[in-house]
């Protein structure tokens, strides 16, 4: 469980693999959990049908060729986008 003091770990899918933490670890390291409950697969399908059947799309800001990296993460970070901001691969 490595980690430092002011990073963050993401772990997407635990509730369904099953996750085990020893307590003792997660205070002696003085790491915080965030959970978030996201539904069922079946939750998504049904909206990923209704975005379809519906016609929506994502609002997009701005892309950013791969070259430009890190101005596509300085857009995002000074929060003035409104929408995504997308990297082209």
């Known amino acids: 469980m490595p980690s430092k003091v002011g990073v963050g770990n ?6 369904a693999k099953g996750l085990a933490v020893g307590v003792a670890a ?3 390291a003085q790491l915080r959990v965030s959970g978030i409950s996201i539904g069922s697969r079946a939750d ?5 049908r209704a975005i379809h059947v519906n016609g929506l799309q994502p609002v997009i800001d701005r892309s950013f060729p ?3 990296i890190r101005a596509a993460f300085e857009s995002y970070q000074s929060q003035s986008h409104f929408g995504k901001v997308g990297i082209d691969i």
């Not at 993401?10 to 509730?15: L, M, N, P, R, T």
């Not at 998504?44 to 990923?48: A, S």
């Open 26 to 28: 997660l205070f002696s």
């Open 66 to 68: 791969l070259a430009e």
């Open 10 to 15: 993401s772990d997407v899918g635990a509730g």
């Open 44 to 48: 998504q399908e049904d909206m990923i």
